[in-house]
């Protein structure tokens, strides 16, 4: 199995480090069984007598909590439940619902390890690969997708908004005895963007904030003259209506292409910019 398609999405968090959510479509023949996702994907302990790097890299970056009984004030615990629904259960092999649903394997073989002063067994493990803690030294949770609409989880992020900072100016009280000066706390308040150095570098370097291989390109689909305009709140829109370069989309230059073009007409309107590129500024496809 090869990844085919990739996406992914870059935020910071509030320490600042650069965080990222990906998703990897594989290229397979047949549905992933659970052998295929166990040699990927894990959510146990490794035995610390056979990989003790693997098991130090598991108790350090991917031990859920703990949270539930072991600690009721843990920051996930809502209405007295955890709300990423930990500890998990037992099960002694991986399993795959019909819906696509993994459960992982979490066998109750008595191997732990210690957080915060609590024994942790395999139903706190997050799932994960071994070999890309080992190398990265970093949380890394892996899973498999079961499902499509996963992608609207990444996109979320790139139309959020940037962290905002709220700051307030504050004067230093003078003589006690001197008159009041009346401070409008309205115009003393500041709504401010909130930049870690990290992201400011990151965005500096001009590395990727969203990525997506292979590309996509959105293509219209209209009735005839009821095509989407964009236009600013300063354009004259009699001028919008009258220009003749807004009548054209990439439906009706697909159209004009297959009359100019035989080589055009062999392919669909979906299959069409594998072959053909789009050129916005003429509005024209090109071979």
């Given at each position: 199995m090869l990844p085919c398609t990739v996406v992914y999405t870059i935020e910071f968090?509030?320490?600042?480090?650069?965080?990222?959510?990906?998703?990897?479509?594989?290229?397979?023949?047949k549905?992933?069984?659970?052998?295929?996702?166990?040699?990927?994907?894990?959510?146990?302990?490794?035995?610390?007598?056979v990989d003790p790097l693997g098991f130090e890299a598991v108790s350090k970056f991917m031990i859920h909590g703990p949270c539930g009984s072991l600690n009721t004030s843990s920051p996930c615990m809502v209405d007295g439940k955890c709300d990423k629904f930990y500890p998990k259960n037992f099960s002694e092999t991986t399993t795959i619902a019909g819906n696509g649903q993994v459960t992982y394997a979490r066998p109750n073989n008595g191997i732990t390890t210690e957080k915060n002063g609590v024994r942790i067994d395999n139903t706190f493990v997050v799932p994960h690969n071994v070999d890309l803690l080992v190398k990265y030294q970093a949380h890394i949770n892996v899973e498999s997708v079961n499902g499509n609409g996963m992608e609207k989880y990444l996109f979320k992020y790139t139309n959020k908004g940037p962290d905002c900072a709220k700051a307030a100016l504050k004067r230093k009280r003078g003589n006690p005895d001197s008159p009041t000066e009346i401070i409008d706390e309205i115009k003393e308040y500041l709504d401010c963007r909130y930049v870690t150095p990290n992201d400011a570098a990151w965005r500096l370097l001009q590395f990727d904030i969203h990525y997506t291989n292979p590309s996509v390109e959105r293509l219209a689909v209209h009735l005839p003259l009821e095509n989407g305009v964009l236009y600013t709140e300063d354009d004259y829109l009699d001028q919008v209506i009258e220009n003749p370069s807004n009548l054209i989309t990439k439906l009706t230059a697909w159209f004009d292409a297959n009359q100019q073009y035989p080589e055009a007409r062999q392919y669909t309107y979906v299959e069409f910019p594998e072959h053909w590129t789009w050129h916005g500024d003429g509005k024209y496809w090109h071979i």
């Open positions: 968090q509030k320490r600042g480090l650069p965080h990222v959510h990906l998703i990897l479509w594989l290229k397979k023949d549905p992933i069984d659970a052998a295929q996702i166990d040699a990927f994907i894990s959510a146990q302990l490794p035995n610390p007598s």
